[in-house]
């Protein structure tokens, strides 16, 4: 198979890239990898927030039943970008929390592949602490079973490290979108040249197995594209 890591055309162009950048003041200082809890959030949005704390914090009931009517309003909107219904999604205080939640929603003991047995959970080797520790409990408390895969720029690496790993056995799937420490990404869709379309990396693992897929930090996408059960992402940083 013959891959590149991205389709040869960009999702912005120059112009519209440098007008992202430049809400983020601190770009022009450092280089930022981390996106998650601690990283950093557009200038537009943090005015937005101050905005809104005020007219919340001033106002009383008045002001928050009004508030309420504007949650609804941003909960639609995730919907409609994410392409879920609104009753599947869920507003939390961070990535983090979200992460969790999916985490502990399921249900590890009948995903056994036999009783006592531990549950196979693919994991790649770059990972946020947060991630890691959650992961690592429930590996602690006889649940699952972490097995790494290799996160690389090269494609045909990561995919050959993905299907050297995946048993008939796997039955969760971890991806960070990208990595807080060497800026890699999980590319949930990668160009084969051969048929000159994108092709989902997560399809072309999931083939041999039915499971679940916890995405980790990352941009909007669709998650029915995706192949993606649970969705954990900061998108008020963004929006």
């Known amino acids: 198979m013959n891959v590149t890591s991205c389709p040869p055309s960009s999702v912005f162009?120059?112009?519209?890239l440098a007008e992202i950048r430049a809400a983020f003041p601190a770009l022009s200082q450092r280089l930022e990898l981390n996106t998650g809890t601690k990283g950093l959030t557009a200038a537009p949005v943090v005015?937005?927030?101050?905005?809104?704390?005020?007219q919340t914090e001033?106002?009383?009931y008045a002001a928050y039943a009004e508030m309420q009517g504007k949650a609804r309003l941003a909960r639609h909107r995730i919907a409609k970008l994410l392409n879920v219904g609104e009753d599947e999604l869920a507003l939390t205080g961070n990535a983090t929390d979200s992460l969790n939640i999916a985490a502990m929603s399921l249900r590890w003991d009948t995903m056994r592949p036999t009783p006592g047995r531990p549950v196979e959970v693919l994991i790649s080797d770059h990972e946020y602490p947060t991630t890691n520790?959650?992961?690592h409990y429930l590996e602690q408390m006889g649940k699952i079973r972490l097995i790494r895969y290799v996160l690389s720029a090269d494609i045909e690496e990561m995919l050959a490290s993905l299907n050297q790993n995946v048993t008939d056995e796997t039955r969760v799937m971890v991806i960070s979108h990208v990595d807080c420490n060497t800026g890699l990404l999980f590319y949930l869709?990668?160009?084969d040249a051969g048929s000159k379309r994108d092709k989902s990396l997560v399809k072309q693992t999931r083939s041999r197995w039915n499971g679940f897929v916890v995405g980790g930090?990352?941009?909007g996408e669709s998650v029915q594209n995706i192949l993606c059960e649970g969705f954990?992402?900061?998108f008020c940083r963004l929006c």
């Open 13 to 16: 162009t120059a112009e519209e």
């Open 47 to 54: 005015e937005s927030m101050l905005v809104l704390a005020r």
């Open 58 to 60: 001033l106002g009383g």
């Open 133 to 135: 520790m959650l992961f």
């Open 189 to 191: 869709f990668f160009w």
């Open 217 to 219: 930090e990352g941009a």
């Open 232 to 234: 954990a992402s900061r």
